[in-house]
């Protein structure tokens, strides 16, 4: 179906709906023509009637990460979709990823951590699966499904097949997609599923991996996360319609320390990051990278409105 709008699917349980909320009306705000965004929005009912097709093992506690699998069964008349986590803010056109999508492959994404890479690749090794060479591990936080191209191929089936023979890998349904489109997808740029954002601010989607654990917050987020600070303060305005938080003096300094940190060893960081060869030593300098970048957000509330490209 090419009906010229563009099909959102977006999954949460009643713990995730303040990240649903959030991710629509910033999806809605950064789209030039809103009327063409059409949401599918889906919950625990939704993935109800899955859940005996094949061994589920939760994730953050919940199999609805699962439902993008059955995505081509759930709607059967769309021929793409974009699906997004509901940890994401969005402050570039949906309508320029719409654009990327590409017939010859069945999925559009970016590339994930090396980090998460080698873990995944750990797995595969000990569970005697042979990746293709030159496979590049993607994020499937956000990422363009080509639902038509799945169900000639019969994806969902294969993905079944992957769980009753492997079992739940350690990022469930995110190692399942790189497996089943391993020579079939489409690496596309950066700035569609940032975790790390830039130095300089620019608009694109910010991923902001463990936030879902703290929505049961409300309205208010009490701790010292820079990404968490920033998301609360989106929530706080754009959907609750509260002024905003002011920062407190502590989180004021030592975000500001952490801006010093980034702009002064940031260079170093990423060079460590390209040579770093054990695991746990690449995950530590992710978690030092995601905060000194963060902190720069943090500090300027003015990013976290209903019009950032304006911003």
């Keep these: 179906m090419n009906d010229g709008r563009i099909h959102i699917a977006l999954v ?55 439902l993008r699998l059955f995505l081509p069964e759930i709607l059967p008349d769309c021929d793409w979709i974009i699906y997004s986590d509901v940890d994401t803010l969005w402050f570039r056109d949906p309508q320029e990823l719409w654009n990327e999508r590409d017939d010859a492959v ?13 873990e995944f690749d750990r797995w595969a090794a000990a569970n005697g699966l042979k990746i293709p060479p030159g496979h590049e591990y993607a994020c499937s936080g956000v990422a363009l499904l080509n639902l038509r191209k799945w169900r000639e191929t019969g994806f969902t089936a294969r993905a079944i097949d992957f769980f009753r023979t492997y079992g739940c ?30 130095r300089r601010w620019r608009p694109c989607v910010l991923h902001l991996t463990g936030v879902g654990l703290r929505f049961a917050a409300g309205e208010n987020y009490d701790g010292n996360v820079p990404q968490y600070v920033f998301w609360f303060a989106y929530y706080r305005q754009n959907i609750l319609h509260l002024p905003p938080k002011p920062l407190r003096l502590s989180l004021k300094v030592r975000f500001t320390a952490l801006k010093i940190i980034s702009l002064v060893f940031g260079t170093l960081l990423e060079a460590l990051d390209r040579h770093a060869g054990p695991y746990r030593w690449k995950q530590f300098l992710m978690r030092v990278r995601r905060q000194t970048a963060f902190s720069g957000l943090a500090l300027r509330p003015a990013l976290a409105t209903s019009k950032p490209l304006k911003a």
Excluded at 106 to 118: L, T
Excluded at 172 to 197: E, R, T
């Design 12 to 66: 949460a349980n009643e713990r995730y709906r303040p990240g649903l909320l959030a991710t629509r009306h910033s999806m809605t705000s950064a789209c030039a023509d809103p009327s063409r965004l059409v949401f599918h929005e889906f919950g625990d009912a939704d993935m109800a009637p899955f859940e005996s097709r094949f061994p589920l093992r939760e994730w953050n506690g919940s199999k609805l990460p699962y």
């Design 106 to 118: 069945s999925i559009c994404w970016v590339k994930d951590f090396p980090a998460i890479a080698m």
């Design 169 to 198: 890998p350690p990022y469930p349904d995110q190692d399942a997609l790189n497996v089943l489109s391993a020579g079939d997808a489409k690496i596309i740029d950066h700035d569609w599923d940032v975790m790390i954002p830039a």
